[in-house]
C-alpha cells in the first residue's frame, strides 16, 4: 500500500507514477483522474472517491475500461446542511464584518444603525437543487417558519411535505429572499446562476453556495454584488478552486469559506470509512455499495463481481 503523506492535492505527474500498478485506487475530489491516469493506472479493480461528487473522474473512460468507481454519498449531508445554514446566518447577519470590526477596535459601543442585517425567520427560502442536503436544508428551515420553493428537475415529496412548492428557476430567483445552492457539477448546471439569472434575483436577496463552484459565474457575481444587484453571498466553493476571483477579495459583502461544507471530524472519518470499504469490496471481487457506475458491470473484467 502507498499512501500519499502531504497534506496538499497530488499534482498530475505525481498521481501518474503513483497508480501505476495499484490494485485499488483511493482517491479525493481534488485529483484529477482522467484518460490519462485510467490508462496509466493499467489493471486497477476500482477507484473510491472520498467524496459525494465525482466530476472529478472521467467516469466514461473508467467505464470503458471495467474500473468501478464509488462516492461516499449519504454520511455528508447533514453537516453540509449545516455549514449551509452557517452561511445564512453569518451572511444575513454581517457576523464576519462584526468581527473585523472589533478585531480592529472599530466597535465604540452599541448604536442604532450599526451593521443592520436581514431577518431569517419568516423569510423566503428557494433551494436550487432537492437532493439528500437540499432536503436537509429544507428541514431547517421550518424552525424558522420560512415559505420554501424549490427548482428540481423531478419533484421532491419531502420539501413538498414541509409546504415546500416547485417553481421555475426564474420564479425562484426572483421571490427568494435567501438562494441556497445544491446541484451536482454538470454540463446543464455550470454557470446555472450566472448575470441574467443574478439581475432576476431581490437587491436584498443573499446567494448560498455549498455545491460546487462553476455551478455560478464568477465574474457576474461579483458584478452583482460590487453594483447592488444583489444583497451579499456565501461561498464555500468556487469557479477555478483554489484560485478565486480576485475581485471577490475586497468586497465586504461576501463570505469566502475554504471548502469545508463537510469539515466535522465525525463526517470526514465516516468519509473515510465510506470510501475504504468501497474499495475494500471491488478488491474482495465483490459489488461495492455506493457504485456509481452501474454499467462496469456488464464489462468482461467485472463478469465475477459478486452482489453479496
Given at each position: 500500500m502507498e499512501v500519499h503523506a502531504e497534506d496538499r492535492p497530488m499534482r498530475h505527474e505525481e498521481l501518474m507514477y503513483a497508480v501505476e500498478g495499484k490494485d485499488g485506487i483511493l482517491c479525493l475530489l481534488t485529483d484529477r483522474i482522467d484518460g490519462s491516469i485510467l490508462h496509466k493506472a493499467g489493471e486497477t479493480v476500482g477507484i473510491a472517491n472520498y467524496a459525494v461528487g465525482y466530476?472529478?473522474?472521467?467516469?466514461?473512460?473508467?467505464?470503458?475500461?471495467?474500473?468501478?468507481?464509488?462516492?461516499?454519498?449519504?454520511v455528508l449531508t447533514e453537516t453540509t446542511a449545516d455549514l449551509a445554514w452557517a452561511l445564512v446566518m453569518t451572511a444575513a447577519r454581517r457576523i464576519v464584518e462584526g468581527d473585523a470590526l472589533v478585531r480592529s477596535n472599530g466597535f465604540r459601543g452599541w448604536a442604532p444603525m450599526l451593521l443592520l442585517g436581514s431577518d431569517v425567520y419568516g423569510k423566503t427560502l428557494g433551494i436550487v437543487g432537492s437532493g439528500r442536503i437540499g432536503c436537509a436544508v429544507a428541514r431547517r428551515a421550518i424552525g424558522f417558519e420560512m415559505p420554501i420553493l424549490y427548482y428540481s428537475r423531478h419533484t421532491c415529496p419531502e420539501i413538498e411535505s414541509m409546504g415546500g412548492r416547485a417553481v421555475s428557476l426564474s420564479e425562484l430567483l426572483a421571490r427568494s429572499?435567501?438562494?441556497?445552492?445544491?446541484?451536482?457539477?454538470?454540463?446543464e448546471s455550470f454557470h446555472l446562476i450566472d448575470g441574467d439569472g443574478?439581475?432576476?434575483?431581490?437587491?436584498?436577496?443573499?446567494?448560498?453556495?455549498?455545491?460546487?463552484?462553476?455551478?455560478?459565474?464568477?465574474?457576474?457575481?461579483?458584478n452583482a454584488l460590487s453594483s447592488g444587484i444583489i444583497s451579499a453571498a456565501a461561498l464555500d466553493v468556487f469557479e477555478n478552486e483554489p484560485d478565486i476571483h480576485p475581485g471577490l477579495f475586497?468586497?465586504?459583502?461576501?463570505i469566502l469559506a475554504p471548502h469545508i461544507g463537510s469539515a466535522s471530524r465525525e463526517?470526514?472519518?465516516?468519509?473515510?470509512?465510506?470510501?475504504?470499504?468501497?474499495?475494500?469490496?471491488?478488491?474482495?471481487?465483490?459489488?461495492?455499495?455506493?457504485?456509481?457506475?452501474?454499467a462496469v458491470l456488464s464489462h468482461p473484467r467485472?463478469?465475477?463481481i459478486t452482489t453479496s
Open positions: 466530476e472529478n473522474i472521467d467516469i466514461e473512460k473508467a467505464t470503458h475500461l471495467g474500473i468501478m468507481v464509488t462516492n461516499t454519498p449519504g429572499d435567501y438562494v441556497s445552492l445544491h446541484v451536482s457539477l454538470n454540463p443574478l439581475k432576476e434575483m431581490k437587491s436584498s436577496a443573499i446567494l448560498i453556495n455549498t455545491s460546487r463552484g462553476p455551478v455560478v459565474d464568477e465574474e457576474a457575481l461579483v475586497n468586497l465586504p459583502n461576501v463526517t470526514r472519518e465516516k468519509m473515510a470509512i465510506t470510501a475504504a470499504g468501497n474499495l475494500h469490496s471491488m478488491l474482495s471481487g465483490r459489488r461495492p455499495p455506493d457504485l456509481v457506475n452501474e467485472c463478469t465475477s
